[in-house]
């Protein structure tokens, strides 16, 4: 078992920066991939970011050159710094981890809301 528990998010301007975490507790030795995932009202939940655990990155068109994961090796705690927010941005944001041998995302932080004001 592995629960995701998410801190950060808010209301920023336009132009501005958040940063969220997402520190995991259980299994962590099983987890592969840690994935940021955004819903805006109305629309689909994408995926928009993710981080192996070798450290290998993946960013959607729309957030690459402003958003950055990492990962704390020491806590395994994954970030999503985000820069250069835009209104389009304003979204609820998850942190999923998809353990070694699985082919979906098993494990989902609550969300959190990231608002960008223009």
């Known amino acids: 078992q592995v629960r995701l528990v998410q801190s950060g998010g808010g209301l920023v301007q336009a132009g501005g920066s958040l940063k969220l975490s997402c520190e995991p507790y259980?299994?962590?030795?099983?987890?592969?991939?840690v994935g940021w995932f955004r819903q805006a009202p109305g629309a689909e939940r994408e995926l928009v970011a993710s981080?192996?655990?070798?450290?290998?990155?993946m960013y959607v068109d729309s957030v690459k050159g402003r958003f950055t994961t990492s990962r704390d090796t020491t806590t395994d705690t994954v970030y999503l710094q985000m820069n250069s927010l835009k209104p389009e941005d304003t979204a609820v944001y998850y942190c999923?981890?998809?353990?070694?041998?699985?082919?979906?995302?098993?494990?989902w932080g609550r969300g959190t809301q990231v608002t960008v004001s223009s």
């Open positions: 259980g299994r962590l030795y099983n987890i592969n991939v």
């Open positions: 999923a981890a998809l353990e070694y041998g699985e082919n979906r995302y098993n494990y």
């Open positions: 981080i192996r655990r070798g450290g290998d990155t």
